[in-house]
Structures are given as structure tokens and as C-alpha cells.
């Protein structure tokens, strides 16, 4: 888009928005609208079970990288301290190591730095390492925490290169030892309820799925422009980085292996050519444009407050502090004009797959939404589902009478606030329960299977980048 277009089109927009009504976003994401009269979906047998894991004691935890993730995963611990118990913590950052070591009593000998010093004694200090470090520093600490003989809960992206994730596999694989890879959406309530409901044989034979990703577009702005993972050879390439959990769960709900993929990709927008004319590198250097612009920073996190976990604010979310944050060169990154950054990650990419039995699956990932969230339609020989993250509805050709199930997960007191529909906190139950009984097979997937989903967005980047289909093996 050209830069005389961005101003028009943002004017446009401002004009469009007064226009609609405050309803009439809910409208159309269903092909056929809901009724209040829509039976519930019965024979699943699936109960939404506490939170709270079963284990023979705490299992201890040390956890490495205590950003945005390390603090996710050790809240359990507080939830449920006959589960869990952080005995020891890592992060480059004083402040982030001292704040969740302090908020979990951990002794000074257990405050660690850099992640080597956790393993620099050469013994083993706790039951497990939560991995939760950038995308550049997974392999190097799970290759030691499993030489070591730690289980691991890794965050995905599992590594950086095939070859890497394939070394973790076959590490854990050798030693015996526990990976949970952090696939948190096969664990959310609505998930499993999709999968159970396709596994039961009611729409029969799946034979296609449309999986879409929309990314809300200030989140995009957030970490695949202005943060963590905008280069994707810093971190990885965006469909693995955000979308190894869709090509995961398709995997999943598909059951058959994928053989091939093909998928197309491009940056089109957040880059330097779209720049309005006298656009500053800093939004708050005085952009003439700042009223105009969706992506200024300082109406994103000082007046909306959204994404402020990056800003280490330990709870003063003043618009002025936050302000001060942004012009801190520690935290200005996040201030930089979304036309003025070192990013390379696509802000849409699509992709379609070919599973065994001649199963299709296009999945889309869009940087443009209002909100995030996947939706997804399942087409079966016997039926056909349709949901939203929150609720889906099942068609049977037969009856022709949609069934729907919406348990309300987040009302359920211990879900509330648990990130990913629920998944976040109920993965930490099964892996604790798993290490906690030495049994695998209590974990949604293990190692091996998880690392399949990887070398399929692999293989969608080799075809994004070659332009030719690629062999999934
Ligand atoms: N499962 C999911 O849905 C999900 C969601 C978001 C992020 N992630 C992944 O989780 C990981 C962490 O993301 P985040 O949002 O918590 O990032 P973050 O930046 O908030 O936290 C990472 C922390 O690691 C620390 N760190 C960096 N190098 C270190 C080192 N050598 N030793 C010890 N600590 C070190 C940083 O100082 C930081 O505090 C990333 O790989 C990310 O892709 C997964």
C-alpha cells in the first residue's frame, strides 16, 4: 500500500467505525445463525475436572526465563502448592528473577542467572525445568536439563531448526526423560470437546477442515512488529512461532499424518515503504499522524492498556508511567513506528495441507482483525462442525438439527484466568501428574508427536519461501 493510501484508507476507516452499529460486529461468523432453541451436545463424556493435579508430593520446579510465561506457569504453584512448588528460578534480569523468587520464597542459592549457572554444578536440583526462555534459547538448556535427567515442560516453539527439535526428541527419547511441549490449546476444555466430537464418529469421515488464525491487529503490532518475535531468524519463522499450535491441533483432530503442504506468505504492510510522510522512527517523537494511525503505541498501551506485560510495571498502569516506559530505551522498542522496525515476519500467510487418505486442511493467519481467537469448520460424509474457540455447533445431514455445546469454562472458578481457553493451567496438571507418576502417557502428546506439528511448519516455510509443495516427512 502506498503511503498517500494508508492516510486515506485510515480516515476511511475512523469514518466506517462511526457507522457501525455496536452489534453488528458480532454478526456472521456462523454460516447458519444460532438459536436459543440449539439442543446441548450430549455423549462426549467429558467433565471439566479441577485443576488441581494428583501427586505423591510437590513436585519441584525451577523455572528458567521468568517473563510472561515463567510467571503463567509458576502461578500454579500458588493454586495448588500440594501439586507444585518452585524451588528455584533463572532469568538474566535481577528484577524478574528476584520478583517471582521472592513471590515463591526461593532461597539465594537457587536464584540463578543465566540458565547455565542452573546446570553449572553438574546435579540436579529440582524434578523439572520449566523452559520458558525466548525461542533462540530452548535447545541448549533442554539438552542439558535431560543430560542432567530433569523433565522438562519446554515452551514452543520446541527449537529453532528441525535438525534441533529432532535432537530434543531423540534425547528425551534416550534418557527416558519427560517433555511436555506447551501445546496449551489441545488442553483447553473446548479442544478436547472438538476432537472428542469428531472422534465419535458423528459427522462421519472428515474429509476437509478451513482453520483460520486471526491475529488482533494490535497484538500483531505488539510481537511480530515492534517485539519479541518480528525477525524470524531471531526467533522463528511466524507460522511456527504463532502457528505451530494450529498445525498442531489440526494434526490432531485429524488423526492421519500430513504428507505434504504448500503455503504462500508476504509482508505486505508493516514496512518502511507504507510510512506516512514525516512519520518519526518513535511514535513518540510527535507523529503528525498519531490521531490517524491505529498502531500508535502511546493509544495502544497508555490509553487502551493492552499487552503491558513486557513493561515490568508491577502494577501502577498510570497512562504517564507507562508513558515514561516507552521512552525508556530498555522498553522504547515497543514505542517504534510500526513502518520503522527490523521485521520480517508475514502479516498474512496461508497454507493448505494434504493428510494420508487424501484429507485437506487450508489454514489462514491474518494480521488484520479486530480479535484473536481461531474458528474453525470441520467438514464431515455424515455432518458438519463449525466453532469459535467459545462454542461449536455440530450439524448431522441426517437430522439436520445443530447441536451445540458452549460450556462457560472461564465462570468455572479455578479456569478463570487461566490463558487458552483453560489449556494453560490444565497442561501443567497433566505434566505434573505425568512426572509425578512417571507416566507419559498422561500428557495430550509426547515429545515425538509434538515435534511432528514442527516439521510440518517447517516444511510450510521451505514452500513459502521455494514456491514449490513440500514433502512433509
Ligand atoms: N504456549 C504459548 O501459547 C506461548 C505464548 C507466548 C509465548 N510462548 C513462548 O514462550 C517463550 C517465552 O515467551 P515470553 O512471552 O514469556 O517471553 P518473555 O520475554 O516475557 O520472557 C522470557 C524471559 O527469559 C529471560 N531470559 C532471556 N535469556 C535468558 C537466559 N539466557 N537465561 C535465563 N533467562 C533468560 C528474559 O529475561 C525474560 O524474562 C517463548 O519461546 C515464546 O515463544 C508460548
Same mark, same amino acid.
Given at each position: ?158 527449537? /529453532? ?142 490509553? /487502551? ?39 520480517? /515476519? ?128
Amino acid at each position: 500500500m502506498k503511503r498517500r493510501d494508508f492516510l486515506k484508507s485510515c480516515s476511511l476507516a475512523a469514518a466506517g467505525s462511526a457507522l457501525l452499529s455496536p452489534t453488528s460486529s458480532a454478526a456472521g461468523l456462523f454460516a447458519f445463525p444460532s438459536s436459543p432453541d440449539d439442543a446441548p451436545l450430549k455423549g462426549l463424556d467429558l467433565k471439566i475436572r479441577s485443576l488441581e493435579a494428583e501427586t505423591t508430593r510437590p513436585v519441584t520446579v525451577i523455572v528458567i526465563g521468568c517473563g510472561n510465561r515463567g510467571n503463567v506457569y509458576a502461578r500454579y504453584a500458588k493454586m495448588f502448592p500440594k501439586a507444585m512448588k518452585v524451588v528455584g528460578v533463572s532469568d538474566i534480569l535481577d528484577h524478574r528473577k528476584n520478583r517471582l523468587g521472592d513471590a515463591h520464597d526461593v532461597a539465594p542459592e537457587m536464584r540463578f542467572g543465566h540458565f547455565r549457572e542452573v546446570f553449572a554444578s553438574g546435579k540436579k536440583l529440582a524434578d523439572v525445568v520449566v523452559i520458558s526462555t525466548p525461542d533462540d534459547r530452548h535447545y541448549e538448556p533442554c539438552m542439558k536439563a535431560l543430560d542432567l535427567g530433569y523433565d522438562v515442560l519446554l515452551e514452543k516453539p520446541v527449537a /529453532q531448526t528441525e535438525k534441533e527439535c529432532k535432537a530434543i526428541r531423540d534425547k528425551a527419547l534416550k534418557t527416558g526423560r519427560i517433555v511436555g511441549v506447551c501445546h496449551v490449546l489441545r488442553y483447553s476444555p473446548y479442544f478436547l470437546a472438538l476432537r472428542a466430537a469428531v472422534r465419535s464418529g458423528m459427522i462421519g469421515d472428515v474429509v476437509s477442515i478451513q482453520h483460520m488464525e486471526p491475529i488482533q491487529y494490535a497484538h500483531m503490532a505488539h510481537s511480530y512488529v515492534r517485539g519479541n518475535w518480528r525477525n524470524s531468524k531471531e526467533t522463528t519463522p511466524i507460522i511456527l512461532a504463532k502457528s505451530c499450535h494450529d498445525l498442531d491441533i489440526l494434526r490432531w483432530i485429524i488423526d492421519k499424518p500430513c504428507k505434504s503442504i504448500s503455503a504462500d506468505g508476504y509482508l505486505s504492510f508493516f514496512k518502511a515503504e507504507n510510512a506516512p510522510e514525516g512519520a518519526p522512527a518513535y511514535c513518540t517523537d510527535g507523529c503528525p499522524h498519531a490521531d490517524r494511525c491505529p498502531y500508535n503505541c502511546i493509544d495502544i498501551y497508555c490509553r /487502551q492498556k493492552v499487552h503491558l506485560g513486557v513493561f515490568d510495571l508491577n502494577g501502577n498502569r498510570d497512562s504517564a508511567f507507562i508513558l515514561s516506559r516507552l521512552k525508556d530505551p530498555r522498553y522504547s522498542s515497543y514505542a517504534r513506528c510500526v513502518f520503522h522496525c527490523d521485521n520480517d /515476519q508475514p502479516d498474512h500467510y496461508v497454507a493448505n495441507m494434504v493428510f494420508e487418505d487424501h484429507v485437506t486442511a487450508s489454514f489462514t493467519m491474518d494480521a488484520f482483525a479486530p480479535k484473536g481467537g481461531r474458528r474453525t469448520r470441520i467438514m464431515g460424509t455424515l455432518g458438519y462442525i463449525e466453532g469459535d474457540m467459545k462454542e461449536f455447533r455440530v450439524w448431522d445431514f441426517l437430522t439436520r438439527t445443530p447441536k451445540v455445546w458452549n460450556e462457560k469454562v472461564a465462570e468455572i472458578p479455578e479456569y478463570a484466568g487461566s490463558g487458552h481457553g483453560g489449556g494453560d493451567l490444565r497442561l501443567l496438571r497433566d505434566f505434573l501428574e505425568a512426572v509425578s507418576a512417571q507416566d507419559v502417557s498422561r500428557l495430550s502428546s509426547n515429545i515425538d508427536v509434538s515435534i511432528e506439528s514442527h516439521v510440518m511448519g517447517f516444511a510450510a516455510e521451505r514452500s513459502r519461501r521455494s514456491g514449490r509443495k513440500e514433502k512433509v516427512k
